[in-house]
């Protein structure tokens, strides 16, 4: 039996030149077995003509908000209620800004704003429309409310530029497709995964701390339960909300994080270690306050435990991922630390550059593991961790 099988596909079109691609897209869908119902945007028969997709897809193409005769067939909401997923791909600027801010004044704006099944993008535009801050910003807002952004890919564009912004082949989206609506690939799976900072107390109220604000490691939280994962996150402090699906464990400092691990990690099957740990903590902390009365003060430093270390050396360790924040030669030290700690894989982040690691919304990754690795570009957290995920869900699947 196909994966795609008696699955309902509600799939969008919006008005950009690759919205010829969606022909290929529901031929591919209608082959393996999928039920398509196709949805176009006014702007989007300039580009391809609805009969080309009702012959596709078998299905009469819905383009009107009001339109009687087929509203009687299948009223909008129920239409969005119909489906296991809606996909828009194309999904152009405008449609992608109409999403973001919740706007009603097309057909396909109203279902997906009134759907509860969930929504994927395949965005398709002009590299500089890709990279102008207010889409960024949008795709952000989607990402944050969970909407799935599938795309775009770099390369040669109709206008002529190279550069991010043209959509996903339609086999590519199909892969896509097919993964979503398939139970969660990590279902079953034990992940734990520490994340944020740590704080290490000097007196009652200072601390030893860094920049970490937590979005990393809780993004690859929530992506890894979106995969089905049943995850646990030992949590420095941050002031993020706990995502969907996620246990959390708020810990605060370094030796407080290696017992939370430590206690659960025989429980576990994949290990991530996204917390910026303290390296060092104060070799006793004061009782009281300490009072300005000195003009140098100086604070005594011991080692913290290195948690990672410690998993990645356990006879029956899981399947394990660190981190490592560099400022120089990021690959070259991070292979380094791979070996060192003897993970099964490192996700290394230049920490001193304009954009990207601590506290940015944005990040990029070096991933290396035993013979192979890969570079996951500049992105915002959300999608580079579903990124990140699906490496780490084809190497844990090649261990096992
Ligand atoms: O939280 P954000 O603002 O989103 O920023 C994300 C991030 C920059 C914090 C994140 O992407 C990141 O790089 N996390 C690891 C930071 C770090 O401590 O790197 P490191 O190179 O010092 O440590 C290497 C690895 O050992 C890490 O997996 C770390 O979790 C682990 N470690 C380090 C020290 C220690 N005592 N115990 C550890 O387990």
Redesign the pocket.
């Known amino acids: 039996m196909s994966l795609l099988e008696k699955k309902r596909v509600l799939l969008g079109v919006t008005g950009g030149i690759a919205a010829y691609k969606a022909a290929e897209l529901v031929r591919l869908l209608t082959r393996a077995k999928a039920e398509v119902q196709v949805v176009m945007t006014p702007a989007a028969s300039n580009f391809i003509t609805p009969l080309t997709l009702q012959a596709l897809s078998g299905r009469s193409v819905r383009q009107k908000m009001f339109d009687t005769e087929q509203e009687a067939v299948m009223g909008h909401i129920d239409l969005a209620r119909w489906a296991d997923l809606i996909l828009v791909a194309p999904a152009s600027a405008d449609f992608i800004s109409r999403l973001a801010v919740g706007m009603a004044n097309d057909l396909l704006a109203t279902l997906c704003l009134a759907a509860t099944t969930p929504i994927a993008l395949a965005p398709a535009m002009n590299r500089e429309m890709w990279q102008n801050p207010a889409t960024q910003a949008n795709i952000q807002t989607l990402c944050h409310r969970g909407t799935k952004i599938w795309g775009p890919a770099d390369g040669e564009q109709a206008c002529g530029e190279i550069g991010p912004g043209r959509m996903l082949e339609p086999d590519e989206l199909l892969e896509q497709i097919k993964h979503n609506l398939s139970p969660g690939v990590l279902h079953g799976v034990r992940v734990l995964l ?1 994340a ?1 900072p740590t704080r290490e107390p000097i007196d009652p109220v200072r601390y030893v701390g860094n ?7 809780y993004a690859l939280a929530s992506a890894f339960a979106a995969e089905g994962a049943l995850v646990t996150m030992i949590s420095g402090p941050v002031s993020l909300d706990t995502p969907e699906g996620v246990q959390r464990v708020d810990v605060e400092t ?1 030796v407080e994080m290696e017992h939370a691990v430590g206690s659960r990690v025989e429980q576990c099957d994949i290990f991530v ?5 303290a ?1 060092y903590r104060c070799d006793g902390v004061a009782k009281q306050k300490i009072k300005k009365l000195q003009e140098r003060l100086e604070l005594r430093l011991i080692r ?5 270390r410690q998993v990645a050396a356990n006879e029956a360790a899981p399947f394990t991922v ?4 560099e400022t120089e030669r990021v690959a070259e030290q991070a292979e380094q ?1 791979r070996r060192a ?1 003897g993970v099964d894989m490192i996700a290394a ?1 230049l ?1 001193a550059g304009e954009r990207g ?3 940015s919304d944005e ?1 990029a990754l070096t991933v290396l593991w035993e013979g192979g690795g890969s570079e996951l570009p500049m992105m915002d ?1 959300q999608r580079l961790a579903q990124s990140l995920v699906a490496l780490i869900i084809s190497k844990y699947h090649e261990k096992d």
């Open positions: 520490t944020g920049r970490s604000s937590g979005r990393m490691g370094a270690a996204c917390a910026a740990v390296d913290n435990p290195d948690i990672l660190g981190f490592a924040a630390k700690k982040n920490v690691g601590f506290e990040n957290k």
